[in-house]
C-alpha cells in the first residue's frame, strides 16, 4: 500500500509543478509582450477560397492588405475620416443625422482594381 502512494503523491508532485511552470510561463509573456491595441483588425472581406482583403488599423493609420496563401501583400494606405458634420452641411436639429455607410471592403478593392487598369 505504501508503494502506490509513494507513486501517486510523486505523480500529483511532477503535474502540480508542470502547471506552475506553464503558469508562471504565461504571466512572463503577458508582462514582456502584454496585450495592446496597437494593430486591430478592422474589417476583411473573402475574394475566394483563399484570398482575403483585410482593413487594418496600425497606430491610427487604416492599411488595406490583400492576404493569399503564404503571402501578405500592401494595397493601399486610407486617409481615416471623423464622423463630424461641418457647419455648412449641418442638417435641422428635428432631423436626425444620416448614418455613415459602412466599409465595403470588396466594393473599395474593384472600384481601385477598375481605375488603376489592374487586371
Request: hydrophobic share 45%.
Amino acid at each position: 500500500m505504501s508503494a502506490l502512494f509513494q507513486t501517486t503523491f510523486a505523480l500529483a508532485a511532477v503535474l502540480l509543478v508542470i502547471w506552475g511552470c506553464a503558469y508562471l510561463l504565461r504571466k512572463l509573456q503577458t508582462v514582456r509582450g502584454g496585450h495592446s491595441n496597437l494593430i486591430q483588425l478592422k474589417a476583411i472581406s473573402s475574394l475566394g477560397p483563399r484570398e482575403k482583403v483585410a482593413l487594418i488599423e496600425v497606430s491610427g493609420q487604416l492599411i488595406l492588405v490583400g492576404v493569399a496563401a503564404g503571402q501578405v501583400n500592401h494595397i493601399a494606405t486610407l486617409q481615416k475620416t471623423t464622423d463630424t458634420i461641418s457647419t455648412e452641411n449641418e442638417a435641422p436639429a428635428s432631423a436626425p443625422a444620416p448614418a455613415p455607410a459602412p466599409f465595403n471592403a470588396k466594393s473599395w478593392l474593384d472600384t481601385y482594381l477598375r481605375k488603376n487598369n489592374v487586371k
